[in-house]
Each structure stands twice: as structure tokens, then as C-alpha cells.
């Protein structure tokens, strides 16, 4: 069981940044592949970025690479998602979500957050 608390949203101005926390919980927690996925209003839930359990292989959408960059601390449990070059489409709820590897984040038996809210005002 791994339990996962998001943290850093809030309201930028465009091309400002962000830097989002994912906190976890369990000892287990370098063992686990770790992802970042985003919700707008009226849209579904997407893939922005991936990392796996030891940190070598990092996946992002082409959405958002070149600006977000994903990154993990296994002694802090954390993984964070370093956002700059904001855009107004990248307002999104945004969750962080644990599975045994990359391929299984997608799936439905990833671990996910509640979330947090990135407004990005024009």
C-alpha cells in the first residue's frame, strides 16, 4: 500500500514556474516507478511524466518536454515535477500516481493522489 500527497499547485502567471511535491508513504517506495498525469476541466486525465524506481529512465509528453522535468528523492520518498515556461494549457488538476513500472501507470493498479490544482493565468 503506498499513499500519496501532492503539494506546489497554485496560480502563476504565464511563463512563471512551478514545482510540484509528491509525497509517499511506505518503506517501499524506491522500488516503485513514479508518474505525473493531469486533468482539465472537461478533458481526460492525461500523461505529463514518468520516472522509473531507481531513476535512470524518464518519459514526458510532448507536450510538456523541454519545460517540465521530473525528478526523485528516495530518501526524502518524494518525486517532484519541475515545471517552467508555463502555459495557460497547462491549467490542470494534477496527480501523482506509484505502479510496479512505467508501463503499469496507465493502468489500473496504480497508486494515485488527490491531487493538485495549477491554474496558469494569460
Known amino acids: 500500500q503506498v499513499q500519496l500527497v501532492e503539494s506546489g499547485g497554485g496560480l502563476v502567471q504565464a511563463g512563471g514556474s512551478l514545482r510540484l511535491s509528491c509525497a509517499a508513504s511506505g518503506r517501499t517506495f524506491s522500488s516503485y516507478a513514479m508518474g505525473w498525469f493531469r486533468q482539465a476541466p472537461g478533458k481526460e486525465r492525461e500523461f505529463v511524466a514518468a520516472?522509473?524506481?531507481?531513476?535512470?529512465?524518464?518519459k514526458y509528453a510532448d507536450s510538456v518536454k523541454g519545460r517540465f522535468t521530473i525528478s526523485r528523492g528516495n530518501a526524502q520518498n518524494t518525486v517532484y515535477l519541475q515545471m517552467v515556461s508555463l502555459k495557460p494549457e497547462d491549467t490542470a488538476v494534477y496527480y501523482c500516481?506509484?505502479?510496479?513500472?512505467?508501463?503499469?501507470?496507465?493502468?489500473?493498479?496504480?497508486?494515485w493522489g488527490q491531487g493538485t490544482q495549477v491554474t496558469v493565468s494569460s
Open positions: 500516481n506509484a505502479a510496479t513500472d512505467i508501463a503499469a501507470l496507465a493502468s489500473g493498479n496504480a497508486y
Open positions: 520516472i522509473s524506481s531507481g531513476g535512470a529512465v524518464r
